[in-house]
């Protein structure tokens, strides 16, 4: 089937500690999205890549970084994690023909 | 600055009830309103979407309405049933291509009673 597989489900880091989450699809979807969700609330877009094109969100702070080496592949790369950045961290993938995003199962991030 | 406002934040339903989540919004360019369902330790899963030039979609039992003058869209849920209790987003897009993204509703806890 079809779909958008994150690893790992769980992460647990150390504050300071790099990580990096990713994300794959098996949709051929040109369009990747990298949300993070904390406890009780909406998904919040950190940025998102068209094809190649990267687009940051104006409130995404600097220790996100993204990365897609193919349009299959897509990582996540938190540079110095602090207590605030624990939470469940989100792929989406779209189709440039329609909005319909579809979702990964997510990574719980930890930090210690 | 909220551009798609949702409520309630939580609603108790009993089984068989009728659940009722509305949204509203101000951009009239959105163009695509889709509400999502998401289990505790999941990633949000597509419900059912709908386009402006619709003022109701019917899926099994979910249905959205949709109210372009006012500026809003509603999630019905009939014959609720405990397995729906989960958290609900509406949101709304616009744009094309690069600038497409999903702008989201701040989530309903649905619980079903038994």
């Known amino acids: 089937d079809a779909m958008v597989i994150q690893n790992p489900r769980y992460q647990v880091t150390q504050f300071g500690k790099p990580v990096t989450l990713s994300c794959s699809q098996t949709?051929?979807?040109?369009?990747m999205y990298w949300y993070q969700q904390k406890s009780s609330q909406a998904p919040k877009l950190l940025f998102h890549?068209?094809?190649?094109?990267?687009?940051n969100e104006a409130d995404t702070p600097d220790n996100f970084q993204s990365r897609r080496p193919n349009t299959s592949f897509c990582f996540l790369d938190i540079r110095s994690p602090g207590l605030g950045d624990a939470a469940m961290y989100l792929c989406?993938?779209?189709?440039?023909?329609?909005?319909?995003?579809?979702f990964g199962p997510g990574t719980r991030l930890t930090v210690l | 600055q909220q551009q798609v406002k949702q409520s309630p934040q939580s609603l108790i339903v009993q089984k068989g009830g009728i659940s009722i989540i509305n949204c509203a919004y101000e951009?009239?360019?959105?163009?695509?309103f889709p509400w999502y369902q998401q289990f505790p330790g999941k990633g949000p899963a597509l419900l059912i979407a709908?386009?402006?030039d619709v003022s109701e979609k019917k899926e099994g039992r979910f249905t959205i309405s949709f109210n372009k003058s006012a500026k809003q869209f509603s999630l019905h849920i009939m014959d609720s049933q405990p397995g729906d209790s989960a958290t609900y987003f509406c949101?709304?897009?616009?744009?094309?291509?690069?600038?497409?993204?999903?702008?989201w509703g701040l989530g309903t806890s649905l619980a079903v009673n038994p």
């Open positions: 989406a993938t779209s189709s440039d023909l329609d909005n319909e995003q579809f």
């Open positions: 949709l051929n979807h040109n369009v």
């Open positions: 890549y068209y094809d190649k094109d990267f687009n």
């Open positions: 951009n009239t360019a959105f163009d695509y």
């Open positions: 709908i386009r402006p």
């Open positions: 949101a709304a897009s616009n744009g094309a291509g690069n600038n497409r993204k999903l702008i």
